[in-house]
């Protein structure tokens, strides 16, 4: 069992993100302005990691003029990187090949950019020598087929192909074949000590899965998983895994991966509403951020507080697809 990492104050680090044309460059205006909002005490640098044009891209993907300059504005740094691999058939894939553009040799935290930041990140205990990530997440990956390998097979066949540890790997607390049973992440969020060492391993994995899958991932889709898939691997050979303290700040009081702003109306508490709307006000933020449809008729033309009547916060649908269904039917859904 992985050990349990202490509260410690962490070293300087940096915050980086993927932001590019259209969406991901304004949930990454709010994730900037909510980080200087909440958490005005962090010092490290905010880096927007950008993807360039090139073969792998039909159209430009680098963030627009007016977003751009609206980070710039708070502080952030555009870091641009190519797209060798992956681009605009798996984008996931960003998150893995933006690492090698980051600073070497300085611990590194990545959001998602639909991310809000609610409280203090400069106090969360980060243990950079035990890298984790998000365990807000559900059993998306693997889905077992009838007669198919389960569980066990599907990722000890993983952690055999990279000459890993899979029984060190396991929560025995839960029963065999029980998907939390096995290390699994969401990728919203995930550190380490240096982001070159822990990108190279991530894309060597990544595309290892990619190319040549052992014969127990027949029937399992990669897309939109891979990252997902290869996460654990890398975290568990860099010696990480899913006993950190970071987990009771992180996707908790410090931070809301909601995901889709219509998800973030129908599930999230109200303070993290709260912080939405307070970041977004602001004219000058509000002027760029009316340049996305979803932003301004969920946050600025009331639809969010719509979708938000269709729940009762005490009764919420246990599963994700039941929030969507319900948001569609009444015609709110946006993204």
């Excluded at 931070?255 to 109200?270: I, M, Q, W």
């Excluded at 639809?303 to 009764?315: E, H, I, S, T």
């Amino acid at each position: 069992m992985a050990r349990k990492t202490k509260a410690k104050t962490p070293p300087p680090f940096n915050v980086a993100l993927v932001g590019q044309a259209g969406r991901l460059g304004y949930e990454a205006m709010l994730f900037v302005a909510s980080l200087r909002e909440k958490s005005p005490g962090f010092a490290g640098r905010v880096l927007i990691a950008e993807p360039q044009p090139g073969p792998l891209w039909s159209k430009d993907p680098r963030i627009d003029g007016d977003v751009r300059d609206a980070l710039v504005s708070m502080g952030a740094e555009i870091v641009p990187f190519d797209s060798q691999h992956f681009g605009e058939v798996y984008p996931y894939g960003n998150k893995i090949e933006m690492l090698s553009a980051l600073p070497a040799d300085t611990p590194f935290v990545f959001f998602d950019s639909d991310t809000l930041i609610t409280g203090d990140l400069a106090a969360v205990p980060f243990d950079f020598a035990y890298p984790t990530a998000s365990l807000r997440r559900e059993g998306t990956w693997p889905q077992l087929e009838l007669y198919g390998p389960g569980y066990t097979e599907i990722w000890k066949s993983l952690y055999d192909k990279f000459g890993l540890d899979f029984d060190s790997s396991l929560d025995l607390s839960e029963p065999d074949e029980y998907w939390q049973r096995y290390l699994y992440f969401n990728a919203g969020f995930f550190f380490g000590a240096c982001p070159h060492v822990f990108g190279a391993k991530f894309l060597e994995y990544a595309l290892a899965i990619r190319d040549d899958a052992p014969a127990a991932l027949v029937c399992q889709s990669l897309d939109p998983w891979l990252d997902q898939v290869a996460l654990p691997l890398v975290i568990h050979a860099l010696g990480g895994g899913r006993d950190s303290a970071v987990h009771d700040h992180l996707d908790g009081p410090v931070s809301c991966h909601y995901r889709l702003l219509p998800l973030l109306y129908a599930r999230e508490s109200e303070a993290v509403i709260a912080t939405l709307e307070e970041i977004a006000a602001p004219n000058k933020v509000k002027k760029v951020l009316k340049g996305y449809d979803p932003i301004k008729r969920m946050v600025f033309q009331g639809r969010g507080a719509k979708v938000r009547a269709l729940f009762d916060q005490d009764d919420m649908p246990r599963r994700e697809q039941a929030i969507r269904n319900r948001i569609k039917s009444n015609g709110f859904w946006m993204r």
